[in-house]
């Protein structure tokens, strides 16, 4: 906005509109000289001066933004007012000690602080958090979080301090920064079992490891994923990878020479997580494995399940993901029934399994996967899997044997 200024001839400023910064000045400057004048009242130089402030107000309003409030300000302002002290705001800032560094701006309001003294003192949250309403992100229930196992093995960012009060602090923050507006997503399907009733941070800690697992895949560079190059032969080749000690190694390249990210990240407390597969925003597979088991059995037929989920179910714009948990047992539902056929198959065919369901010595079993060119642990944990029978063939499933394969700590 302009605003017409006349300023008295005796200064030889002619009639003009405010419209630069220098205009700005020049007024200022008039206005101040002015006032160092104090002009009786109903005099010209008193009506030059009313009529200056009301036009550096107004060009002032239109062209120069007026800082937000301080939040710091803002609660000292709110304690006058209420004939609060600093022990009155322990209740919403955690201690003594924090709201003295609050106050003393050492310590910087976190969200939870923020949201505590907008209900108890009913400061605006825009000013507390000075950033406009629509920018602050929705309270998350940090409860329902394990963050501070998040923290240790690295979820929020590389550079990583010790835990303590101040971060602990942060941790609605930290969550923010993780999740980045995806705390509602759905987590994919779960079908081979049901969250357990005790456990309140199973589906929200699934949820983190989903989204732990997607930002690790899509960093990787791969080649594009086309789904007709999961052929019978391809899968035929990665089962024959199986005998070599690095086994595991080699499989994991294949799949990503072929488009198909793999990632090996930590299952987190109380999931009982074993594996997912997933589906990029971009459309492309990812699996993701725990390692739950260091074991080779367990390692192989995971991962056959997983490849089975991508080359059977996952499909853009239908299903999203598939999280399994406890994959050695077994499950009702259709397409985990699908998943577990694939990963046996692919290793050892059904007609075939007729043959081999009476093996029951060590030497028997490696003579027979060495036949199949399959690793033994692969035969043995699947007569294991029938049986449901876990103490059997312990010395063949590989215990111990995936990790060190993988380098995976």
Not at 15 to 37: C, F
Not at 102 to 116: A, D, G, W
Request: hydrophobic letters at 40%; one cysteine or more; glycine letters at 6%.
């Amino acid at each position: 906005m302009e605003a017409l200024i006349t300023f008295n001839q005796p200064h030889n400023l002619p009639m003009k509109i405010l419209k630069t910064a220098k205009d700005h000045r020049q007024a200022i400057a008039r206005l101040e000289a002015l006032m160092v004048l104090d002009p009786p009242d109903n005099s010209s130089e008193s009506d030059e001066l009313e009529l200056l402030a009301f036009l550096i107000e107004t060009y002032e309003k239109a062209n120069i933004p007026i800082p937000p409030p301080d939040p710091i300000d803002a609660i000292r302002f709110r304690m006058e007012q209420m004939g609060l002290g600093q022990q009155d705001l322990v209740p919403y800032i955690g201690s003594k000690g924090r709201v003295s560094e609050v106050l003393s701006r050492k310590r910087p309001l976190t969200l939870s602080m923020i949201r505590e003294l907008h209900r108890g003192l009913e400061i605006p949250m825009e000013i507390l958090a000075n950033q406009p309403k629509e920018d602050i992100p929705e309270q998350i229930d940090v409860e329902a979080y394990p963050v501070r196992e998040m923290y240790s093995l690295g979820y929020f960012g590389h550079v990583r301090e010790r835990w303590s009060k101040s971060v602990n602090d942060r941790r609605e923050e930290l969550l923010h920064s993780f999740f980045r507006g995806r705390e509602r997503e759905p987590i994919g399907a779960l079908n081979r079992q049901s969250p357990r009733a005790k456990s309140q941070i199973y589906v929200e800690a699934l949820h983190a490891w989903r989204c732990r697992v997607i930002d690790r895949a899509m960093v990787k560079k791969l080649p594009n994923y086309r789904t007709e190059d999961l052929t019978e032969e391809f899968i035929k080749s990665l089962t024959a990878l199986s005998p070599f000690q690095q086994g595991p190694q080699l499989v994991i390249q294949a799949l990503e020479d072929r488009g198909i990210a793999v990632v090996l990240e930590r299952h987190l407390d109380k999931t009982h997580l074993d594996g997912a597969a997933l589906l990029l925003p971009d459309g492309r597979p990812v699996i993701g494995l725990t390692l739950r088991y260091d074991r080779l059995d367990n390692f192989w037929f995971t991962l056959f399940h997983e490849l089975g989920h991508v080359k059977l179910h996952l499909k853009s714009g239908e299903q999203q993901g598939f999280i399994d948990t406890d994959i050695d047992k077994t499950s009702e539902q259709h397409v985990e029934r699908e998943a577990d056929r694939f990963a046996l198959n692919s290793f050892i065919p059904e007609e075939d399994w007729k043959n081999l369901q009476g093996l029951h010595l060590a030497d028997e079993i490696r003579k027979a996967a060495k036949a199949r060119s399959i690793h033994p642990s692969i035969l043995a944990g699947r007569l294991r899997r029938e049986a449901q029978d876990y103490r059997a063939h312990r010395t063949l499933i590989g215990q111990g044997f995936v990790k060190v394969a993988l380098g995976f700590e």
